[in-house]
T-cell receptor, first 114, second 112 residues
Framework: GDSVTQMEGPVTLSEEAFLTINCTYTATGYPSLFWYVQYPGEGLQLLLKATKADDKGSNKGFEATYRKETTSFHLEKGSVQVSDSAVYFCALTPNTGTASKLTFGTGTRLQVTL | DAGVIQSPRHEVTEMGQEVTLRCKPISGHNSLFWYRQTMMRGLELLIYFNNNVPIDDSGMPEDRFSAKMPNASFSTLKIQPSEPRDSAVYFC??????????FGPGTRLTVT
């Protein structure tokens, strides 16, 4: 079945450091890929998405590129802020119509310090 | 747009009691998802509906859990009887067609 593997956390960075959170997936066909973010005490919010190979999703300074050849969708940000501290989830959904569901990774906690 | 609404936001109950969690999806959305989040098991999909019909309930832990969606604007997740291991944050999410899921703020359930 479909699966998503994320790097183990927590990731601790100083403010303005470069961020990479690795995500790889296993799926048949050509899934859509997502990054969700969960701030403390809140539900998940969509951060960015990509629906086909070589697409780059971007939002709030975060970027991720859909790499079919390496089955990866790594999240990057050039300069993190304290306000980026949250848990980040990589997810996929097969493009099989309205009955499809999201498969999530285990989440990676990011802690940014001053 | 009020977003996905869940109630209650916090629930504390004793073991053996019935618990009902409620969700109002975003108007116009046709899919609804129930998730459970714990430190040990992460985020788990329990069940999801499309056009009010349950599509996949394979994530429902056992017969103590049941979910209903009587109409497009309301869903419930019931646990009867509740057990301490059911303590978790339960999220509801909704979606229109194949677009992104919108999550509610969650219900934090504590079973003592």
């Amino acid at each position: 079945g479909d699966s998503v593997t994320q790097m183990e956390g927590p990731v601790t960075l100083s403010e303005e450091a470069f961020l990479t959170i690795n995500c790889t997936y296993t799926a048949t066909g050509y899934p859509s890929l997502f990054w969700y973010v969960q701030y403390p005490g809140e539900g998940l919010q969509l951060l960015l998405k990509a629906t086909k190979a070589d697409d780059k999703g971007s939002n709030k300074g975060f970027e991720a590129t859909y790499r079919k050849e390496t089955t990866s969708f790594h999240l990057e940000k050039g300069s993190v802020q304290v306000s980026d501290s949250a848990v980040y989830f990589c997810a996929l959904t097969p493009n099989t119509g309205t009955a499809s569901k999201l498969t999530f990774g285990t989440g990676t906690r990011l802690q940014v310090t001053l | 747009d009020a977003g996905v609404i869940q109630s209650p936001r916090h629930e504390v109950t004793e073991m053996g009691q019935e618990v009902t969690l409620r969700c109002k999806p975003i108007s116009g959305h046709n899919s609804l998802f129930w998730y459970r989040q714990t430190m040990m098991r992460g985020l788990e999909l329990l069940i999801y509906f499309n056009n009010n019909v349950p599509i996949d309930d394979s994530g429902m832990p056992e017969d103590r859990f049941s979910a209903k969606m009587p109409n497009a604007s309301f869903s419930t997740l019931k646990i009867q009887p509740s057990e301490p291991r059911d303590s978790a944050v339960y999220f509801c999410a909704s979606r229109w067609d194949t677009y992104e899921q919108y999550f509610g703020p969650g219900t934090r359930l504590t079973v003592t």
